[in-house]
C-alpha cells in the first residue's frame, strides 16, 4: 500500500519538497510527450490528406488524357486521309511505269482520282513520272496533250515537255511539243501557270487567254493573246515583189494546226487549206502543219489530200519521226483498196523503216490480214509468227494463233 508523502508525518520538509519537484516534473513530462503524439498523429492525416487529394488531382488528369486520346483518334479515324491520288487511262488501269501512247486515230483519257484531266492526242507520247497526294508530274514526250486541273489547297502539278516545264495550280491549257521541229507551244484557257523556257531567262508568267510559242532552232518566243495567234490571215506573209520579177511566194508560218486538230476542228484546218489553196499550203507549209493537214483530211475521208499531204511530208521532211509514220498511214489508206498491193508496199517500206518501232506490231496485224484476205497464206502464215514472236499480246495476237493452228491442222 503506497502511503501519500503529504499524509506522512514523518517526512521532514526536504524531503517534501523533493517529492513535489518530482511529481511536477513527472507530471510535465506526461503532458509534452501526449502534446507531441498528437502532433506526429495530426501530422500524418494532414500528409495523408495531402496524398489523397494528389492522387485525386492524378486520377483526374489521367481521366482527362484518355478522353482526349479517344477523342483524338475518333476525329483521326473520321478525317480523310492524305493518300496519294490514282488515275485510269481510259477507264483502264495504268501500263507499268506510266508509259502511255495514244492510239493512232484517238486520244487518250487520262482521269485522277481527285477530277483532274489529261487528253492526251493522237499518236502523242507521254509518261506520269509521279503522283503524289497533291498532284503528279507528266512528261509530254511529243505531241499534244488538253490538262485541266481541279483547284486544291497545296496542290502542285507539273508538266514537262522537251526542255520545258510547266507548273500548274488549278487551270485548263493545252501543252504540245514537236521534238522533231523543237517547238513549244503551250494555250492557256483559265487559271494561271508559269513556264520555264530555255529560251527565255526568268519564268514567264501567263495568264487565261495568252499562249505562248517558242522555237528552239530559232532561238525565238512569241507571247500572245488566243485570239490573235489563231488567227488565219495574219500567220501568212502577204507577197512580196521582187525587183526585177514576179512576186515572191508568200513565206509558210506556223498556225497552230495541231491544236485545232486536237480539238477536233478538222472543217477548219481544211476550209484555211482550201482557202489558200491545197497546192500551196502541201508545198509551203512547215512540218507540223502539214502533218495536222495530213490527218485532218484522213478523218474527213479526203483520201486523195490526204495521201498527197502524207507523200509530201515524206520528201521533204525525209529523216523526222513523222516521215516514218507517213508510210505506215498511207498504208491505212490503200487498206481498202480491191487490190492490196499499194497497201503491202508501204507496210513493208514502214517495216524497214521503222525497225523497233511502236507501230511495228500494228503494221504486221495489218500486212497478215491484207495476206490472208487475198488467199497468201503461206506468207500470211510467215507474218503471223512473226507477229506472235514480237507482240503476243497484241491486238492481233488472237487471229494470228487462230492462223498458225490452223495451219497445223491442215492435212
Not at 488566243?226 to 513565206?251: D, F, H, K, Q, Y
Not at 502524207?310 to 505506215?328: K, T, V
Not at 523497233?356 to 488467199?375: C, F, I, P, W, Y
Amino acid at each position: 500500500m503506497s502511503v501519500d508523502p503529504a499524509d506522512d508525518p514523518t517526512l521532514d520538509p526536504t524531503a517534501q519538497r523533493v517529492a513535489d519537484f518530482v511529481s511536477a516534473e513527472v507530471g510535465q513530462l506526461a503532458s509534452t510527450s501526449s502534446e507531441k503524439a498528437f502532433a506526429r498523429r495530426l501530422a500524418r492525416h494532414r500528409q495523408t490528406q495531402r496524398n489523397r487529394r494528389r492522387l485525386t488531382v492524378g486520377v483526374a488528369v489521367a481521366c482527362a488524357l484518355v478522353v482526349v486520346g479517344l477523342a483524338g483518334s475518333r476525329f483521326r479515324e473520321r478525317a480523310p486521309a492524305a493518300t496519294v491520288l490514282s488515275y485510269r487511262v481510259d477507264n483502264q488501269e495504268p501500263p507499268s511505269g506510266g508509259y502511255l501512247l495514244a492510239p493512232q486515230t484517238e486520244e487518250s483519257l487520262l482521269a485522277f482520282s481527285d477530277g483532274s484531266k489529261v487528253r492526251m492526242a493522237a499518236r502523242a507520247r507521254g509518261r506520269v513520272v509521279e503522283v503524289s497526294n497533291r498532284g503528279a508530274k507528266f512528261a509530254l514526250d511529243a505531241g499534244q496533250a488538253s490538262v485541266d486541273i481541279v483547284p486544291r489547297p497545296r496542290a502542285q502539278w507539273i508538266f514537262d515537255a522537251g526542255p520545258f516545264r510547266v507548273s500548274v495550280h488549278g487551270t485548263s491549257f493545252t501543252i504540245a511539243w514537236n521534238p522533231v521541229d523543237a517547238v513549244f507551244e503551250v494555250r492557256l484557257a483559265s487559271g494561271a501557270i508559269s513556264v520555264a523556257s530555255p529560251v527565255a531567262g526568268p519564268e514567264i508568267q501567263m495568264r487565261a487567254g495568252q499562249t505562248l510559242r517558242v522555237s528552239l532552232r530559232d532561238q525565238s518566243s512569241t507571247l500572245g493573246n488566243l485570239g490573235s495567234v489563231r488567227s488565219v490571215e495574219s500567220m501568212i506573209e502577204p507577197p512580196r515583189t521582187a525587183p526585177n520579177g514576179p512576186p515572191e511566194p508568200p513565206r509558210w508560218s506556223h498556225r497552230g494546226w495541231m491544236s485545232a486538230l486536237s480539238e477536233n476542228r478538222t472543217a477548219d484546218i481544211l476550209a484555211d487549206a482550201d482557202r489558200r489553196g491545197p497546192t500551196f499550203v502541201i508545198e509551203r507549209a512547215d512540218s507540223e502543219d502539214l502533218w495536222a493537214l495530213a490527218n485532218a483530211a484522213r478523218y474527213a475521208g479526203r483520201h486523195a489530200l490526204a495521201g498527197q499531204a502524207l507523200n509530201a511530208h515524206r520528201r521533204r521532211f525525209p529523216s523526222s519521226d513523222r516521215s516514218r509514220e507517213a508510210a505506215f498511214l498511207l498504208g491505212r489508206l490503200h487498206d481498202a483498196d480491191p487490190d492490196p498491193a499499194e497497201a503491202l508496199r508501204w507496210y513493208d517500206r514502214y517495216l524497214v523503216e521503222a525497225h523497233d518501232g511502236v507501230g511495228v506490231a500494228d503494221a504486221l496485224g495489218r500486212k497478215m490480214t491484207l495476206l490472208e484476205r487475198s488467199n497468201r497464206r503461206a506468207d500470211a502464215l510467215a507474218v503471223a509468227r512473226e507477229y506472235l514472236r514480237r507482240s503476243p499480246r497484241g491486238t492481233y495476237a488472237n487471229a494470228a494463233r487462230a492462223l498458225v493452228r490452223s495451219s497445223i491442222s491442215d492435212p
